[in-house]
C-alpha cells in the first residue's frame, strides 16, 4: 500500500496552523475574559456604592445588583464566545424571542414589578406612613417588588399589586407631621353666631394638642336650609388627628347645650289645605 507521505504533511501542516491560529484566538479570549470580569467587579462595586448613596431599599439594592450582574456577565460570555469562533447570531436571536415570549405571558406581573421598582425608586410612601390608594386606607406594612401590604385601622390586611398602585392617586396622610382638622358645625338661625364662635374658639386654643404656632381660623361658611354652619379648622400633629377629632366633637356638643346654641337637624313644614266639598 502506497503512503502519500506530501498529503499528510499537507494535512499535518494544516493542523498545525489551524491550531496555532485557534491557540492565539483562544489565549487572546481568555484575557480579555479575565480583563472583563475585573472591569465588571469594578464597575458592580461603583453601581454598588451609588445605590447606597442613594438610599435605596434593601431588596430593590439587591435585586438591581443580581440585574445589572446577570447583565454584564451574559455581554462577557456572548464576547468570549465570538472571539473564539462560535457563532452568536442565533443564540442571541433566541434569547431574544424566549425573552419576547416570556414577556407576553408574564405582563401583568411585569407591570406589577416595574411599579414596584419606581414605588422603591421614587419613595411616594415608606413603611410605616398611612395611605389612601386604590380605595384603602391603611398602614404600609411591607413594600415588596410587586405587591404593597398595608393594614387597615381595623387590623385588616390589604394586598395591593403595584402596577396600579404606581399609576394611580396615592394620598399620604401623615408624612407631613402635621395636620389641618376640618371641622363643620351647625346652629340655628335664631342662634348668636359671635358667641358659638366664641365657644368654639375658646375650646381650640384650651386643648393642649392644638398648635399653639398655627393659626386656629373660624367661619361662617354657609347658610345652610336648616343651619348656619360654621367651619372650625385648627392645626394638630399628625398622630393626634384623630383622638382630637372625637373628643372635638363631644366637647363642642356639651358646650353649646349648656350654652344654649341649638344644633338643628333638617326639618320640613308640611301644609295641609283643605278643600270644601261640593256635596
Known amino acids: 500500500m502506497d503512503v502519500d507521505v506530501g498529503k499528510i504533511e499537507h494535512y499535518l501542516q494544516m ?50 445588583l443580581s440585574i445589572f450582574r446577570t447583565l454584564l456577565k451574559a455581554i462577557q460570555i456572548i464576547i468570549f464566545a465570538s472571539m473564539i469562533g462560535i457563532e452568536t447570531t442565533s443564540l442571541i436571536a433566541m434569547l431574544g424571542a424566549a425573552g419576547l415570549a416570556i414577556g407576553l405571558a408574564l405582563q401583568g406581573s411585569l407591570a406589577n414589578f416595574a411599579g414596584g ?27 415588596q417588588i410587586f405587591n404593597t401590604i398595608l393594614k387597615t385601622p381595623d387590623n385588616q390586611r390589604v394586598i395591593i399589586p403595584n402596577g396600579p398602585l404606581s399609576n394611580g392617586c396615592i394620598k399620604n396622610i401623615n408624612v407631613e407631621g402635621t395636620r389641618r382638622v376640618d371641622f363643620t358645625f351647625g346652629i340655628g338661625y335664631e342662634d348668636d353666631v359671635i358667641k358659638a364662635k366664641s365657644i368654639l374658639m375658646s375650646l381650640a386654643e384650651a386643648d393642649g394638642r392644638t398648635l399653639k404656632d398655627s393659626s386656629i381660623d373660624i367661619w361662617l361658611g354657609e347658610h345652610g ?19 382630637y377629632y372625637f373628643e372635638m366633637m363631644e366637647k363642642v356638643k356639651a358646650a353649646f347645650d349648656k350654652e344654649g346654641i341649638s344644633i338643628p337637624f333638617p326639618q320640613r313644614d308640611v301644609h295641609l289645605h283643605q278643600v270644601a266639598s261640593a256635596l
Request: with cysteine.
Open 15 to 64: 493542523v498545525g496552523e489551524m491550531s496555532l491560529q485557534f491557540g492565539i484566538k483562544f489565549i487572546l479570549a481568555i484575557i480579555v475574559y479575565f480583563i472583563g470580569k475585573w472591569i465588571i467587579n469594578k464597575m458592580l462595586k461603583v453601581v454598588e456604592l451609588g445605590l447606597k448613596k442613594k438610599q435605596v431599599e434593601a431588596t430593590l439594592h439587591q435585586f438591581l
Open 225 to 243: 336650609d336648616s343651619s348656619i354652619n360654621l367651619y372650625l379648622r385648627p392645626w394638630v400633629n399628625s398622630e393626634d388627628y384623630w383622638p
Open 117 to 143: 421598582v419606581l414605588i422603591l425608586l421614587f419613595r411616594p410612601f415608606k413603611k410605616g406612613d398611612v395611605i389612601d390608594a386604590q380605595g384603602h386606607v391603611g398602614c404600609v406594612e411591607e413594600i
